[in-house]
């Protein structure tokens, strides 16, 4: 019968608190529709808790010695997750997608390594400090974007496709009332300038107009 060791023990109850973590970032991550939901940052998370264990005790548990250096494994997963972070970001048009995801798997990453590195206390402040100040900083930036003003954005589209009629649904169910202030065409496009203003809900409304069919740019200008 095998025996656990109380470091076996303790990296399991790290192992456990990995797992509760992760689970409640991605949750989060989820309840917004984001790509990368509670199975991406679970996995993250565990993996990188499991690595650190691993780093720290696995070999000493075979050869009978502590290692010289307990971090040499874990300290690759810093660059592991830089890998998985960019794939989840991706660009359309001007716009920038997926930073705020890549940021939550490292994030989820280091409390995973955390864990794993015996911290339990540093990882549950990390995660709560997650859970309760970026919805309060996301309120804050919109309201803050509200306080600037009016946005004026010229948008390009393909001519014929009812996207125009799209756009405008989209900015009214985010709280926005739009304007357009001019319209010209050029080779195939419609190009057109509108001011939009209001009180915002959801994400950020160049990225809601970025990824509507037919859209090819959404460009801030000056209002």
Avoid: N
Wanted: charged share 15%.
């Amino acid at each position: 019968m095998w025996q656990l060791s109380p470091a076996v023990g303790i990296s399991l109850q790290m192992l456990g608190l990995a797992f509760v973590l992760s689970v409640a970032i991605g949750a989060e991550r989820e309840y917004r529709h984001k790509d990368a939901g509670v199975r991406t940052h679970l996995l993250v998370g565990l993996g990188a808790a499991l690595f650190t264990v691993v780093s720290a005790y696995g070999f000493s548990e075979l050869t009978g010695d502590r290692p010289s250096d307990p971090g040499r494994i874990a300290a690759q997963v810093v660059t592991g997750i830089g890998f998985l972070g960019a794939g989840v970001i991706f660009t359309r048009s001007t716009v920038v997608h997926g930073l705020t995801t890549a940021a939550t798997i490292w994030l989820v990453a280091a409390v995973g390594m955390a864990c794993g590195a015996q911290l339990p206390i540093v990882a549950i402040a990390v995660t709560a400090a997650y859970l309760v100040f970026v919805p309060v900083l996301g309120i804050l930036t919109r309201r803050l974007a509200l306080a600037g003003g009016p946005r004026v954005l010229r948008l390009s589209y393909r001519d014929g496709q009812g996207v125009l009629r799209r756009v405008l649904a989209t900015a009214t169910d985010m709280g926005f009332q739009t304007a357009v202030l001019s319209s010209d065409r050029s080779e195939g496009l419609v190009h057109v300038q509108a001011r939009f203003s209001g009180k915002p809900r959801g994400q950020d409304l160049v990225a809601a107009l970025s990824e509507i069919d037919g859209v090819q740019r959404v460009t801030p200008e000056d209002g």
